[in-house]
């Protein structure tokens, strides 16, 4: 495993400045918040209370003793420090050993205009007429006490900040860098050929839910890819025992002994018939995927005719009798069935496989059943059933998979590669109709079809 997989170098990193942006965020908004909401309205309010401390200098101006209690108590109690001088700049009186320094003459007729001037960064410096109308004829210098210096530790608190800001982003980046670490491992364990690779991850959240999303997927990968190896080996041993009887009987022609080759050809006549058969049944399960994927770009749409109910079951019983001459195939057929808009080849071939079924795996002395009825409210329901081996209970979810063969019908004399049921429920899905399926080991199965019947106004049996 390279460096570049163990460690969330790029996700810590932009895990760790977005928390150092929601630091400046928050110092920002701290700051602004200071001055919109506190310094602002602070400020408002100490012009406020000097205009009225103002007044009350005004009207003790001619009482120095009263005048100085006034102005001890605002040093006391505003922490302010006030000069009281004429228009010419005499001292009148202050509570500070260093008065403030006189206005000049152009400052005196400013603040005459303007009624107050603020004679520093506000709101440490501020000077108000007296009185507070008319000409001016002294004026107050209001001096507030300057903030003091930052800590000494304000550089300590802002690395422990910042400390803890990349601790707790290291934190945040391993809960996201370990699973996405984990995804990319298996995605690549699986992309090399390791089909058991699962992530294993369980988690309640987003990536949680990722992980169960790429495993279920895995899980269908391995199943498709081990179904195209169970194709494969299936095909190959359906087709080597008939290759190899047209191989004898040409060897047989070739050394001269035509009686037995010809003996055999009935024989090759039926292994022929069982290989197109089952190249047939592989093409269109291919040819109804691909048309069911959206993909099939080329491939013929079903080629639905009005046709009789009654008229599939006798060909589909006259094909059985033919194929199987010493089964029993047993018929319960209702009267007055309606026609059905289908394709007659796919539907045929439905039935053909359900039969062939039936009787491959059920004892030659038992009969095989196939029914047609009405099935209400509009639709014909096609039932074949037998008395044969059966399907496990863990098996029969499994039935209808494209190459799936039970273990009991794994026998030479059954044939077969797994598609016969699979592509009837394909036919059956294309027509909008439905296939059950019900079996019991040792008992039989039954399996039904229900498919949609014309309208009632075109209905007309063939």
């Keep these: 495993m390279s460096r570049r997989s163990q460690t969330p170098g790029r996700l810590l990193l932009r895990i760790y400045l977005v928390g150092i942006a929601q630091l400046v965020l928050v110092s920002v908004t701290l700051f602004l918040a200071r001055s919109f909401i506190v310094e602002k309205p602070l400020r408002h309010g100490f012009a406020r209370n000097a205009v009225y401390n ?4 005004y009207e003790l101006k001619d009482d120095p003793v009263a005048l100085q209690a006034s102005l001890d108590r ?32 152009e400052e005196v007729a400013h603040l005459n205009e303007a009624r107050q001037r603020f004679a520093g960064p506000p709101p440490h410096s501020l000077s108000l007429p007296m009185p507070e109308h008319g000409p001016v004829e002294a004026y107050a ?10 800590p000494e530790n304000t550089t300590l608190v802002v690395v422990a900040v910042l400390v803890c800001t990349a601790i707790t982003s290291l934190a945040f980046a391993r809960t ?26 369980r988690r309640r959240d987003e990536l949680g839910q990722v992980a169960e999303a790429f ?36 060897d047989l022609a070739e050394e001269g002994d035509a009686a037995t080759a010809r003996e055999m050809l009935g024989d090759i006549t039926g292994d022929l018939s069982e290989l197109e058969r089952l190249v047939e049944d592989v093409l269109t399960t291919a040819k109804l995927d691909l048309a069911t994927e959206g993909t099939g770009a080329g491939v013929p749409p079903l080629r639905v005719e009005r046709v009789g109910a009654v008229a599939l079951v006798d060909k589909a019983a006259a094909r059985f009798r033919t194929a199987r001459p010493g089964r029993t195939l047993e018929l319960d057929v209702d009267p007055g069935l309606p026609a059905l808009d289908v394709d007659p080849v796919m539907v045929r071939r439905v039935l053909d496989n359900l039969l062939d079924n039936a009787a491959k795996y059920s004892e ?42 039970t273990d009991r019908s794994r026998a030479r004399s059954s044939g077969g590669v797994g598609l016969g049921l699979a592509l009837a429920r394909r036919i059956v899905d294309a027509h909008g109709g439905t296939l059950a399926l019900d079996s019991q080991p040792g008992v039989g199965t039954s399996v039904r079809i ?9 209905r007309a049996e063939g």
């Design 74 to 105: 605002a040093a006391r109690l505003l922490d302010a420090r006030v000069t009281l001088r004429d228009v010419s700049g005499r001292l009148i009186a202050t509570n500070s050993a260093t008065p403030a320094p006189p206005l000049s003459e």
């Design 364 to 405: 030659a002395r038992t009969p095989v059943r196939l029914r047609a009825r009405v099935h209400p409210p509009s639709g014909l329901e096609f039932e074949v059933s037998d008395q044969g081996i059966g399907i496990d209970a863990e098996d029969l979810s499994r039935v209808g998979t494209p190459f799936f063969r």
């Design 176 to 201: 996201l860098g370990s699973p996405l670490q984990r995804l990319a491992e298996v995605a690549r364990e699986l992309g090399s050929g390791k089909l058991d690779a699962r992530t294993g991850i």
């Design 215 to 250: 495993d279920e997927m895995a899980g269908r990968i391995t199943h498709l890819l081990r179904s195209q190896k169970e194709l494969l080996a299936n095909v190959s041993h359906e087709l080597r025992t008939p290759l190899a009887r047209i191989r004898v009987a040409l």
């Design 141 to 150: 210098t209001i001096v507030m006490r300057p903030p003091g210096p930052p």
């Design 54 to 57: 103002v007044r009350e200098w």
């Design 450 to 458: 229900v498919l949609p019947a014309s309208p009632p106004d075109l």
